[in-house]
């Protein structure tokens, strides 16, 4: 039979254990949601620079375009003909109408990107409040686990038939035996 002291020792270990492990967890989890939470930052910055890349291409493709139209009315011109008539202005109008859909896929390509930036933001998001959830339930599970650990020891300590509910003053005793003093018994 083990020693009363013995079983008090190894139940405080375990309970100073689960607690520690608890803390531990708890600071990895936070650090990690700290962690997604500059990633979900980085995807939300790199969704506003590809919005920005869109517009700037969008204005390249538009300049090109107003390059491209003067082109066909100088064209037009040297030749000796209306460029507002005929054959030029259509070549006109076909030319705004491509450089028109060029522009508006630039820039919806830019939105489906930005936007899907915008949804890994939102599952780093989700990832960090669910870490901190779990943070928060590893120091309530290490305690509860102390606890538990604390209640095994008694029940141990118990069933060896160890008083652990001795008035004030009166040692832990066990069939009448007296630890503070073992020549001694108790009646």
Do not use: W
């Not at 493709?61 to 003067?70: H, T």
């Amino acid at each position: 039979m083990c020693h009363p002291a013995v079983i008090v020792a190894a139940t405080a270990l375990q309970a100073v254990g689960s607690i520690y492990s608890g803390v531990s967890q708890s600071k990895a989890l936070k650090r990690s949601a700290a962690g997604d939470r500059v990633n979900a930052n980085r995807s939300r910055i790199a969704g506003l620079n590809i919005q920005n890349a869109a517009a700037s291409t969008r204005s390249r493709v538009n300049v090109q375009s107003r390059a491209s139209a003067a082109s066909i009315v100088q064209s037009a011109a040297v030749s000796g003909v209306d460029p507002d008539a005929g054959s030029p202005m259509e070549a006109q109008i076909v030319n705004a109408r491509n450089n028109m859909i060029k522009e508006l896929d630039v820039l919806f390509q830019g939105d489906v990107q930005a936007q899907n930036k915008e949804i890994e933001a939102f599952n780093y998001e989700l990832s960090a409040a669910n870490k901190e959830s779990q943070a928060n339930n590893a120091i309530v599970s290490g305690f509860v686990n102390a606890a538990g650990s604390v209640a095994m020891g008694a029940f141990t300590l118990n069933q060896a038939g160890y008083n652990l509910f001795a008035g004030p003053g009166q040692p832990v005793t066990r069939l009448g035996q007296n630890f503070a003093n073992p020549t001694r018994a108790f009646s």
